[in-house]
C-alpha cells in the first residue's frame, strides 16, 4: 500500500474538499493517505464522515501558503503543508506528495526539499490532454518553465516519453516538439535546436507538430516550453468548456432538441467526461527527486482522489528510475552534473531564501541556487 501525503490546506476548496477526496481514494485505491495541515481544521472536516473505515492519518502543520504567495515569500516559512509534505517524502515516510495549491510554490519547495533527479536541470508539468480516443497525449512543460535551451526541452521529451510508456502503457511514444509548421525551416532556434537534438536521440521523434496535432492523435508526446504549453492548456480548457456549450445551446432550441438530448444523455456525459479536468486529477512534476503531483487549484472531491490516483500510478511504475536510467546514456541531452544537492549547496541556498524577503527570486538568482550556469 502506497503513502500518498496531500497538502490538505492547498486550493481553493480545502481543506473540505481535500479531506473528502482523500476519503474517497483511501476507500476506492487502496492507498494510505496522510493529510498534511492544520490538524484542528482537518480532524473537524474528518468527523463530519461516517466511522473510520479508511486509511488516513493527520500530520500537523500549522502554516497555510496562500494561492498568490510568492515562492520566495513561502520559503521563508519553515512549518507551510506543503513543505512538510515534502520532508514526509524526503525522510520516506510518504511515498509521494500531492497538492492544489499555490503550484510556484510547490515547484520552488520541492526543489530545495527533494532535489532534481540525476541529469535532469529543470523539473517540468506534464499534462494528459483529453481530446483525443485511446490514450494520451501528454503535453510537457506546461507550465513549469518559461525560458528555456534546447537540452531542457530534449530532457522533458525524455520524461514525457518515459511516462507515456510506463504509466500510459504506450509503446514507443511518437515524440513531437510544437512548432508552427511541419518544414524543417519553420519554428525558432529554440525548436529547431531541440528537433536536431531529438532526432539524433533513442527516441522515436517525429519531428514538427502543429497545434492542430494537439488533438489530432498523431503524436503521444508533445514537447514544449512551459509558456507555449501554458497557452494551450487555457485554450484547450476554454474550446472544451464551449464545445459543452455548443452542445446544450444546440438541444435547448425546441422540444425536438430536448428530446434528443433525453435520447443522447449518456454519450453527451462521456464526451463531457473526456473533457473534464477532475477525471485526470493532476499534473505530474517530473524531475524533483520524488514523486510530486499538483492539482488545479479549484479541486473538487473527485479531482484530489484521481490526482492521489496518479501519484500512486507514478509510484506504483517507478516513474523516476526509468527516468534517470533513460537519460543517462544520452550524452548529448543529460546534464553532466549530477544534480543532487550538496550540504554546501543547501546552505548556499538557505542563505539565498534568507535575504530574498517578499521579492520574487529573479532568474539570476534562480540559476545562482539551481546550479545552472552558461556552458
Not at 476507500?27 to 473537524?44: I, M, P, T
Not at 529543470?122 to 513549469?144: C, E, N, S, T, W
Request: proline content about 4%; aromatic content about 4%; hydrophobic content about 40%.
Amino acid at each position: 500500500m502506497n503513502r500518498i501525503a496531500v497538502d490538505a490546506m492547498g486550493g481553493d476548496l480545502a481543506p473540505s474538499s481535500v479531506v473528502e477526496g482523500a476519503i474517497l481514494a483511501s476507500r476506492e485505491l487502496n492507498v494510505e493517505v496522510v493529510l498534511v495541515g492544520q490538524q484542528d481544521a482537518v480532524e473537524r472536516e474528518l468527523a463530519r464522515y461516517p466511522a473510520p473505515n479508511h486509511a488516513i492519518r493527520v500530520v500537523h502543520a500549522s502554516q497555510a501558503v496562500g494561492m498568490h504567495e510568492s515562492p520566495s515569500g513561502s520559503m521563508k516559512r519553515k512549518d507551510t503543508s506543503i513543505k512538510v509534505a515534502f520532508e514526509l517524502v524526503k525522510r520516506g515516510e510518504a511515498d509521494a506528495m500531492v497538492s492544489a495549491g499555490n503550484s510556484g510554490a510547490v515547484m520552488a519547495t520541492g526543489m530545495f526539499v527533494l532535489g532534481k533527479l540525476p541529469y535532469i536541470e529543470r523539473p517540468a508539468i506534464l499534462v494528459v490532454l483529453p481530446l483525443v480516443q485511446g490514450k494520451g497525449p501528454v503535453l510537457i512543460d506546461g507550465g513549469a518553465n518559461t525560458e528555456c535551451k534546447p537540452r531542457h526541452l530534449a530532457q522533458f521529451a525524455v520524461m514525457g516519453s518515459v511516462y507515456a510508456e510506463n504509466v500510459l502503457d504506450i509503446p514507443r511514444p511518437r515524440v513531437g516538439v510544437l512548432s508552427n509548421g511541419e518544414e524543417e525551416g519553420k519554428g525558432t532556434e529554440l525548436t529547431r535546436a531541440t528537433s536536431e537534438l531529438l532526432q539524433s536521440s533513442p527516441l522515436h521523434c517525429i519531428g514538427y507538430v502543429e497545434g492542430r496535432d494537439v488533438t489530432a492523435g498523431r503524436v503521444d508526446v508533445i514537447v514544449c516550453d512551459g509558456f507555449t504549453g501554458n497557452v494551450v492548456l487555457k485554450v484547450v480548457e476554454g474550446v472544451a468548456g464551449w464545445v459543452v456549450n455548443v452542445f446544450k445551446d444546440a438541444f435547448l432550441q425546441n422540444g425536438l432538441g430536448r428530446i434528443g438530448l433525453l435520447l443522447n444523455r449518456k454519450s453527451l456525459r462521456r464526451v463531457a467526461g473526456r473533457m473534464d479536468y477532475a477525471e485526470f486529477g493532476g499534473a505530474p512534476l517530473l524531475g524533483l527527486d520524488g514523486v510530486t503531483i499538483i492539482a488545479h487549484g479549484g479541486s473538487s472531491p473527485k479531482a484530489i482522489k484521481n490526482a492521489i490516483r496518479v501519484a500512486d500510478e507514478a509510484v506504483s511504475h517507478d516513474v523516476n528510475r526509468h527516468i534517470v536510467e533513460h537519460i543517462e546514456g544520452m550524452d548529448s541531452i543529460r546534464n553532466g552534473r549530477n544534480q543532487r544537492f550538496s550540504s554546501r549547496m543547501w546552505r548556499q541556498i538557505r542563505s539565498k531564501i534568507d535575504t530574498l524577503g517578499e521579492r520574487p527570486i529573479t532568474e539570476k538568482e534562480e540559476k545562482e541556487v539551481s546550479g545552472d550556469r552558461k556552458e
